[in-house]
């Protein structure tokens, strides 16, 4: 199987950045597409980004798209969300996943394997 760690949250304020990382071992990772999800507190997991195997191939959710970035190094075996212009209700726990096909999509149900998540909080 694949083993998914993040990293890179924390608390920052509204405006701020955070980089987001996902380590994955166990499996080849080069053919993989990836995902970030989220879950805000009372919330429902919701859909962030997603890059496809080769890293040419990327989605994001209207909530964040033009502020956040998804980017892999295959020869690292990381993922990475870089996350700009940060906002209050962008709070919430950020998991990284992989889909064990090529190609992204956003459906959680579709993704194989998940990180722990790690804490991203926004002040005000």
């Known amino acids: 199987q694949v083993q998914l760690v993040e990293s890179g949250g924390g608390l920052v304020q509204a405006g701020g950045s955070l980089r987001l990382s996902c380590a994955a071992s166990?499996?080849?990772?080069?053919?993989?597409?990836m995902g970030w999800f989220r879950q805000g507190p009372g919330k429902e997991r919701e859909f962030v980004a997603a890059?496809?195997?080769?890293?040419?191939?990327?989605d994001y959710a209207d909530s964040v798209k033009g502020r956040f970035t998804i980017s892999r190094d295959n020869a690292k075996n990381t993922a990475y969300l870089q996350m700009n212009s940060l906002k209050p209700e962008d709070t919430a726990i950020y998991y990284c996943?992989?889909?064990?096909?090529?190609?992204?999509?956003?459906?959680?149900?579709?993704?194989?394997?998940w990180g722990q998540g790690t804490q991203v909080t926004v002040s005000s």
């Open positions: 996943a992989v889909r064990t096909a090529y190609d992204t999509i956003r459906f959680a149900l579709g993704y194989d394997y």
């Open positions: 166990g499996r080849p990772f080069s053919s993989y597409a």
């Open positions: 890059v496809n195997w080769s890293g040419g191939v990327t």
